[in-house]
C-alpha cells in the first residue's frame, strides 16, 4: 500500500511558475514509477508526466513538453513537477499517481493522491 499526498498548488498568473510536490508513505518508494495526472472543470482526467523508479526515465504530455519538468528524489520518497510558463489551460486539480511500471501509471492503474488544484488565471 502507498499513501500520496501532494502540496504545492494555488492560484498564479499566467507566464508564473508553480511546484508541487507528492511525498509517499512506505519504504517501497523507489520501487515506483511516478507521475501526475490532472483533470479540469468539465473535462476528463488526462495523463500530465511519469518518470521511472530510478529517474533514468521520463515521459511528457506534449502539451506540458518544454514547460513542466518531473523529478523525484528517493532518499526523501518524494517527487516533483516544475511548472514554467503557465497557461489558463493549465488550470485543473492535480494528481499525483504511483504504479510498479510506467505503462500502467500512465493507463492511470496505481496509487492515487487526493489532488491539489492549480489555477491559472490570464
Known amino acids: 500500500q502507498v499513501q500520496l499526498v501532494e502540496s504545492g498548488g494555488g492560484f498564479v498568473q499566467a507566464g508564473d511558475s508553480l511546484r508541487l510536490s507528492c511525498t509517499a508513505s512506505?519504504?517501497?518508494?523507489?520501487?515506483?514509477?511516478m507521475g501526475w495526472f490532472r483533470q479540469a472543470p468539465g473535462k476528463e482526467r488526462e495523463f500530465v508526466v511519469a518518470?521511472?523508479?530510478?529517474?533514468?526515465?521520463?515521459m511528457y504530455a506534449d502539451s506540458v513538453k518544454g514547460r513542466f519538468t518531473i523529478s523525484r528524489d528517493n532518499a526523501k520518497n518524494t517527487q516533483y513537477l516544475q511548472m514554467n510558463s503557465l497557461t489558463v489551460e493549465d488550470t485543473a486539480v492535480y494528481y499525483c499517481?504511483?504504479?510498479?511500471?510506467?505503462?500502467?501509471?500512465?493507463?492511470?492503474?496505481?496509487?492515487w493522491g487526493q489532488g491539489t488544484q492549480v489555477t491559472v488565471s490570464s
Open positions: 499517481t504511483a504504479a510498479l511500471a510506467m505503462p500502467a501509471l500512465k493507463a492511470g492503474v496505481g496509487y
Open positions: 518518470i521511472g523508479s530510478d529517474g533514468g526515465s521520463t
Open positions: 512506505g519504504r517501497t518508494f523507489r520501487q515506483y514509477a
